[in-house]
């Protein structure tokens, strides 16, 4: 009994320190987590790269590297000179915005004739527009104030990246376990590089098509919108919804006829079922495999702590927990729990990791 009162003392203190520390680290870890991210999709890009049709072939890894790196480096300067002065323009225009999204609620519940007109104020009392672009910038701020960090912890994990075996082999006075442990590393590697990989490439084809929708007719700010819904797209279900919802809402304010709403509201929710519904899983594969209550746990956990960068963050980290989990027996249960339909990895190369150690 007081073994077990023992363990669950410790379990306590252990969770709340680690809770402690995520919040304390904040700085640290954050930019370090989006850089683990870059390095996964440098990594993924390298090798689309390598794979063009008569041309990769003659490009070796460390090339294809640096490319990748330099791309990504131009697209986050150019993306970034573009949201930043959509949402100073945006901020300037927030009142009027406001004012006209309050006279839309006016109207709506005048035409359904009801006893007293409702405003925005009536239904969302503490909603501001004003204060909604306020916190999108500031999490723009925080990501090009770590910039330079988050750019060094990315040099340094490529520079890194070729010694991380020898450095696995060393450490195990054993060639069976470090064989073992190069495995699992290796399988990890390549499922996170897998999925980081397809959904960037998801997200990036619906932002595209976001922002090619909008343009077509005629809402401003079409650009960020379409950066909104790239960033939202790596969270499953819940971000798309959101995409679609807030871009819909401009454009019931912006426009004064309903057409062009519902052409907008349909045509996002098209895209997203198509390319979130159907391309997306059958590209995914398994490497996406989280409980839907798992996902919203997370949401709001990472949420609380980081912020709406923690809460764009929570998927990659979640699938990156459940990766490591499965390969151990002792917390293979757990990422079965974390899962949707408890299938978490082949038990078929578990088990012949861990016959190697006999």
Not at 31 to 45: D, E
């Amino acid at each position: 009994m007081n073994s077990t009162l023992l363990k669950l003392t410790l379990t306590l203190v252990l969770v709340t320190l680690t809770g402690w520390l995520l919040v304390i680290g904040r700085s640290i870890l954050v930019p370090l987590i989006i850089a683990s991210v870059l390095w996964y999709l440098i990594s993924s890009l390298a090798e689309a790269v390598r794979a063009i049709p008569y041309i990769g072939r003659f490009v070796p890894r460390p090339l294809g590297i640096v490319l990748s790196l330099v791309g990504m480096t131009i697209a986050g300067k150019f993306v970034f000179d573009i949201v930043s002065s959509s949402l100073q323009q945006m901020a300037m225009d927030a009142p009027e915005y406001q004012q006209r999204l309050n006279e839309v609620f006016l109207t709506i519940s005048t035409q359904l004739k009801l006893d007293h007109p409702i405003g925005l104020a009536d239904i969302f009392p503490n909603f501001s527009i004003g204060q909604a672009i306020s916190q999108a910038a500031t999490v723009v701020t925080t990501i090009a104030g770590s910039s330079t960090l988050i750019i060094v912890y990315v040099l340094f994990m490529i520079f890194e990246e070729s010694t991380f075996d020898r450095k696995i082999e060393a450490f195990f006075d054993r060639p069976e376990r470090a064989r073992l442990a190069l495995g699992i590393r290796r399988e990890i590697g390549q499922r996170m590089r897998h999925y980081v990989g397809i959904k960037t490439a998801i997200s990036l084809a619906t932002g595209f098509l976001t922002y090619a929708l909008l343009k077509a007719v005629g809402l401003p700010y079409a650009e960020l919108f379409g950066f909104i819904t790239f960033m939202l797209n790596y969270i499953p279900t819940i971000g798309s919804m959101i995409a679609v919802f807030f871009a819909s809402l401009f454009a019931l304010v912006f426009f004064d006829n309903l057409t062009s709403f519902l052409i907008v509201a349909i045509g996002l929710g098209a895209i997203q079922f198509v390319l979130g519904s159907i391309i997306d899983p059958r590209l995914m594969g398994t490497s996406l495999n989280i409980s839907p209550l798992v996902i919203i746990l997370s949401l709001s956990f990472w949420g609380a702590i980081w912020g709406v960068i923690g809460m764009v963050l929570c998927v990659p980290l979640m699938v990156f927990i459940i990766m490591v989990c499965a390969q151990f027996p002792a917390t293979r249960p757990i990422a079965i729990l974390f899962s949707g339909n408890g299938e978490v990895g082949d038990p078929i190369l578990l088990e012949d990791k861990t016959k190697s150690l006999n």
